[in-house]
């Protein structure tokens, strides 16, 4: 399967959703969250705003703060200067990050993983099992990277509603959302995590508070310290357990599932039913329908990749944005087959990095006022104040995710909130690595009642968030004490600075 064999942008041969109403038996949690998603649909805008309003905000911070030593004219041509000279700093991490969408959507959209897809979707024997099968495997494979999860469980869930009777179309097109909703973040694509171990990803100012006079050499966290912790990977078990259980719990049985058919949606068919695309008669056309300049591609990314690996002698401390996106791409390079399939799929993903490439400069340039303005030790300050060693790990997991509510964007807000959470964490004397984890497990929260993030894929359903947000909103009401638990008593084992 290649991007062409996909609607345009995801979801453009899907008909324009419709409203949908919910039942008048259906339960408290669902008239709750379909209240909170027409509340957020009308008074929240695009994230995009916030970045503005935020970039406004710190601007005026910054005037204010600077303007006790140096008078209000002074102050507001320094906070111009810093924030104008910090706009562009971030320019290699939005395009990782647009690539981390990229590569994730090309792997996805390949002939052999379709296989895969279509092999799982014949072996659930029940609706409830089909719909946790569906969260289980968007779980797993939004470890492995979360552009590629979102896209692989969003046809595995349409696969298994054209093969299961009787399956709630809503609450599985929800479950293909719930990795973004857990631990993406805690896995290889994680851009906090790996942020901290790029050494392009953040300014280095931001990298001499990490730094902390010595106590994190370069101000570089190396994944070992991050997501390859026993108590990361054991709070990503944790989740996989707990969120799987609840989906089956919660699935609505074949006599009151609302199916595909039920609410007027046609699924069409299986993508492995199509067409492969004609070979041409140039020899230009020619050579993009032929394998061996994939081939060639393959083998020399892969001799990189291997020589990397081997001479860097870290092991998956190696790992960073770079040799993740490349794994990604080589990967879909070797499995779409030919230039002609590579290059549409590539096509079809570029539509959905707008938002990071528009929103990442404002971000950076925030960044730039909060490190130099030193405003991040004021804010690091209010966190020590209401903060023990004990319980900060807890009050970081709910900020962030309250502030992934309105600023839906990891990676863009780590930028923003690392310099005060490092700092912080640096007078409590609390595990930095730890620390990057826990912000990531609040921010994979947030998704699960932002609706932002569901965008790409409810056009490939035919859907709006409001029918699938009973359910995500039911998982967040379970999962976020889960959350807070095992960011305290996990931390509770974790020595300072690493």
Known sequence: ???????????????????????PDASF???????????????????????LVATFLVVLASIVS???????????????????????????FTLQMALVIITGYVVATTRPVYRVIARLASVPSSPRAAIAMVALFAMASSWLNWGFSLIFSAML????????????????AASAFLGLGSIWAQGLSGSAALQMATPSALQPGVRAIVDGGGQVPG??????????????????GVEIVVVTALVYAYAPPASRARTAEAMGIDLGTSPLDAEA?????????????????????????????LTYFTKSGQGLDALNLNTVNLVFLTVGVALHGTPARLMRAVKEATPGVWGVLLQFPFYAGIAALVVKTHLNEVIAGWFVSVSTKASFPAVIAVYSAVLGVFVPSGGSKWVIEAPY???????LR????????????????ANLLQPFWMLPILGLFGLRARDVMGYTFLVFLVLAPVVLVLVTVLGATLPYPL
């Open 430 to 445: 609390v595990h930095l690595g730890w620390m990057v984890a826990v912000y990531d497990l609040g921010e994979a929260l």
């Open 66 to 92: 600077l303007s006790t030593k140096r008078g209000v004219g002074a102050a507001a041509v320094e906070t111009v200067t810093i924030w104008g000279g910090g706009f562009w700093e971030l320019l290699p």
């Open 1 to 23: 399967m290649s991007g062409a064999d996909l609607p345009s942008s995801l979801g453009g041969g899907a008909r324009p959703p419709t409203e949908t109403e919910i039942e």
């Open 421 to 427: 959470v490092m700092q912080a964490a640096h007078d």
């Open 277 to 305: 695309p004609a070979r041409r008669g140039t020899p230009g056309e020619w050579l993009e329908h032929v394998p061996i300049l994939n081939v060639l591609f393959v083998l020399l990314a892969g001799g990189y990749l």
């Open 29 to 51: 949690l669902a008239r709750v969250a379909a209240r909170f998603t027409r509340w957020a649909e009308r008074w929240i805008p695009d994230a995009f705003v916030f970045a």
């Open 157 to 172: 869930a349409k696969e298994v509603a054209r093969r299961t009777s009787g399956v709630d179309y809503r609450a599985v």
């Open 219 to 236: 101000g570089i966290i190396p994944l070992s310290r991050t997501i390859f912790l026993w108590q990361s990977l054991v709070s990503v």
